[in-house]
């Protein structure tokens, strides 16, 4: 594995984590498929075929982020791309629709335990993973993260009345991914002075399990931008907050 790029992919057991890994092993990068269900894991490791590693990674649990790291660590000794796309967007839609469960996840009415839930996924969970990684980022000579995020985070474009999405902006999934790029902002600074590039992506309203599959993006049009910055060489851009193809978004 000397001569190949070694991946870390969250919650790479479905929807955009599984594409985004597929495509990297196409383009020659080994992948550590991570998947909390082992199982889930194993398979979709199976589907993507050789390149692609299986590995047991809980985001929220701590035994559970250093046994990959130490796992990684002992097969590959460095590590030259995490992407961080394991979340979640609820704990209790079920049935409901988009619009039905946001009238049940306002700042009034949302429970709390669902918000901590959702940030512990989605915030607390990318900041452990990151520190458990650091170690195995900096043994590589080129080394990338790349944190998937969405637009309905930016504080900018939700702070609009006129922007589309700013009636559903509250303090679960929205709320929780403007904090996702605030730690993803805290990286960036500590990060400065070395050589490891940290990017946003936002894959945009895809159709996966996060949304019941009422994104209007496909799978593969949604992945295409979080490839494109993984592949970035070491001469590209880091500190960026982009949609495809390498449009800006506002923090």
Same mark, same amino acid.
Do not use: D
């Given at each position: 594995m000397n001569d190949m790029r070694i991946a870390l992919v969250t919650g790479a057991n479905q929807?955009?984590?599984f594409q985004v890994a597929?495509?990297?092993v196409a383009n020659g990068v080994t992948v550590f498929?991570? &998947?909390? %269900?082992?199982?889930r894991g194993a398979a979709a490791a199976g589907e993507i075929g050789p390149g692609a590693i299986a590995l047991q990674l809980d985001v929220t649990d701590s035994a559970s982020i250093a046994a990959a790291a130490a796992r990684i660590e002992a097969e590959c000794g460095r590590l030259d791309l995490l992407v961080n796309n394991a979340a979640i967007s609820n704990t209790r839609k079920g049935d409901l629709s988009l619009e039905e469960y946001g009238k049940i996840s306002r700042p009034s009415n949302v429970p709390l335990d669902e918000v901590r839930a959702i940030w512990e996924t989605n915030v607390f969970g990318v900041l452990a993973v990151y520190q458990a990684m650091l170690p195995l980022l900096r043994a590589s000579s080129d080394a990338r993260i790349v944190n998937v995020s969405s637009a309905v985070?930016?504080? &900018?474009? %939700?702070?609009d009345p006129a922007y589309p999405y700013h009636p559903n902006f509250g303090?679960?999934?929205?709320?929780?991914?403007?904090?996702?790029n605030a730690?993803?902002?805290?990286?960036?600074?500590?990060?400065?002075s070395t050589g490891i590039k940290i990017?946003?992506?936002?894959?945009?309203?895809?159709?996966t399990n996060l949304n019941g599959y009422?994104?209007?993006a496909s799978i593969e049009d949604g992945s295409r931008e979080v490839v494109r910055v993984a592949m970035l060489g070491p001469d590209g851009p880091t500190g960026s907050f982009t949609r495809w193809e390498g449009a800006t978004i506002p923090w």
């Open positions: 929807g955009v984590g597929k495509e990297l498929v991570g &998947s909390r %269900n082992r199982e985070g930016s504080l &900018s474009l %939700n702070g303090p679960g999934y929205p709320a929780s991914k403007a904090a996702l730690m993803t902002l805290a990286m960036m600074v500590e990060l400065e990017n946003l992506v936002s894959p945009g309203f895809t159709r009422e994104g209007t």
